[in-house]
């Protein structure tokens, strides 16, 4: 039976070429989830996600992203940056990741590698290009004092601005074994006393009332209550 016997013919919109791309297109977007997950749990088995923090990064960062505007698109690889960015600590020594004391200058090169790392990795997944810039770059401060380019103010991409602010953020309000979380406001105290410096100050002004008002729903969301989140 033909497509047109069938009531498929063009003018009902509907052609089987249409369908295969976007069957294609499906097994696509689960394999880049598939791959999303696998190393979301390579990174916990290597203990280097602190519970949920990475979890709420990316909570954090889509709520920001759209209140910045970003298309859809844009939002999926804030939200793959948030969650892999540190990708690249597989490829530091436990030695130096888990290391007490201050590093030493050669321990500190190393650490410095990883989101070059993280990049290495991530941009190899199709789909995931720009999501590999964002982690590229999240360790660049705005006043382009930060690694690996030194770039600064917008040369830094987007996603990337958003990771730093609010990682920064939620090591600081988090909960760990060896130290107590900082109150958010002080933690906000601290993002305002480094935006222009470290931080983007657009992103920071957006953060701040969200923080004051959605911190709760995030946790939520997170499925973890703050006091006990590490
Ligand atoms: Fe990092």
């Avoid at 987007?158 to 988090?174: E, K, L, N, T």
Wanted: glycine share 8%.
């Amino acid at each position: 039976m033909t497509d047109v016997a069938l009531g498929l013919g063009s003018g009902s919109g509907f052609s089987w070429e249409g369908l295969r791309v976007r069957e294609l297109e499906e097994k696509l977007r689960s394999t880049r989830h598939a791959t999303i997950c696998a190393l979301n749990q390579m990174l916990d088995l290597k203990d280097l996600n602190t519970g949920v923090h990475s979890t709420r990064l990316a909570e954090w960062a889509v709520r920001i992203g759209r209140e910045l505007g970003l298309d859809d698109a844009r939002l999926e690889d804030i939200e793959v940056a948030a969650l892999l960015h540190d990708a690249g600590k597989v490829g530091v020594p436990d030695a130096i990741l888990k290391k007490a004391g201050p590093l030493d200058p050669g321990e500190w090169r190393i650490m410095k590698m990883h989101p070059e790392f993280s990049w290495a990795v991530l941009r190899l997944v199709p789909g995931l290009e720009r999501a590999s810039l964002f982690a590229l770059h999240h360790h660049e401060k705005y006043d382009g004092s930060g690694y690996p380019s030194g770039l600064r103010g917008r040369e830094i991409p987007i996603g990337a601005r958003i990771v730093s602010v609010i990682d920064a953020f939620d090591a600081m309000v988090a909960e760990r074994p060896y130290k107590h979380g900082l109150p958010t406001e002080e933690a906000l105290r601290r993002l305002v006393k480094d935006s222009k410096t470290h931080f983007d100050p657009d992103v920071v002004d957006i953060f701040l009332p969200m923080a004051q008002k959605e911190m709760d729903s995030v946790f939520e969301a997170t499925g973890v209550e703050r006091e006990t989140a590490l």
